[in-house]
């Protein structure tokens, strides 16, 4: 079984995130076509629910108007 990703505080505001965080730069069409909606929500997930990501690195340049992200993160429960 895979051990969680482990948490460290961020900043003085008693926020806590994963060490390692999801580069999502890749997902959009920044360097090749975009793969399914499907497959990139399927990838979210897993680094979320069975890696225990929860820092994801996104940006509105990265594809903007495309929320894969956002959607994964409300399904998940995620804030």
């Given at each position: 079984?895979?051990?969680?990703?482990?948490?460290?505080?961020?900043?003085?505001?008693?926020?806590?995130?994963?060490?390692?965080?999801?580069?999502?730069?890749?997902?959009?069409?920044?360097?090749?076509?975009?793969?399914?909606?499907?497959?990139?929500?399927?990838?979210?997930?897993?680094?979320?629910?069975?890696?225990?990501?929860?820092?994801?690195?996104?940006?509105?340049?990265?594809?903007?108007?495309?929320?894969?992200?956002l959607?994964?993160?409300?399904?998940?429960?995620?804030?």
């Open positions: 079984m895979l051990q969680p990703v482990p948490q460290t505080k961020l900043g003085s505001q008693g926020l806590e995130v994963s060490r390692l965080g999801l580069g999502c730069m890749g997902m959009s069409s920044f360097y090749r076509p975009t793969r399914p909606e499907e497959e990139i929500v399927e990838l979210i997930r897993y680094a979320m629910e069975q890696l225990g990501v929860t820092l994801l690195d996104t940006s509105d340049t990265y594809g903007p108007f495309t929320n894969e992200v959607k994964t993160v409300k399904d998940v429960g995620m804030k």
